[in-house]
């Protein structure tokens, strides 16, 4: 089993920064994949960045590009996203994704709970 546990949402103002964190934990092997996702009221779930292997290109949505940036640390099983320059259209539940092989060599795909970012004056 892999657990995700991810932290750092809240609510800022327009203009404000926030940084997520998500540690993966359990009985992990490897991760090649990890990903924001976000998903506002009436809307589809959206990635809006990716990491893969050490040196790879990070993904960014377009209208994030510029603003946030993910970064990973690879000891830690652990993801960060960093938003600055927050938009009321930031505001969402922010989820957590992590993609790779267990110690038994199964494939995992886990999700976090999600944490919410709220941007509003």
């Known amino acids: 089993q892999v657990q995700l546990v991810e932290s750092g949402g809240g609510l800022v103002q327009p203009g404000g920064s926030l940084r997520l964190s998500c540690a993966a934990s359990g009985s992990i092997f490897s991760i090649r994949f990890m990903g924001w996702y976000r998903q506002a009221p009436g809307n589809q779930r959206e990635r809006v960045a990716s990491?893969?292997?050490?040196?790879?290109?990070?993904y960014y949505a377009d209208s994030v590009k510029g603003r946030f940036t993910i970064s990973r640390d690879y000891a830690k099983n652990t993801v960060y996203l960093q938003i600055n320059s927050l938009k009321p259209e930031d505001t969402a539940v922010y989820y957590c994704?992590?993609?790779?092989?267990?110690?038994?060599?199964?494939?995992?795909?886990?999700w976090g709970q999600g944490t919410q970012v709220t941007v509003s004056s």
């Open positions: 994704n992590a993609k790779g092989a267990t110690i038994s060599r199964t494939s995992f795909d886990a």
């Open positions: 990491i893969t292997t050490a040196g790879s290109t990070p």
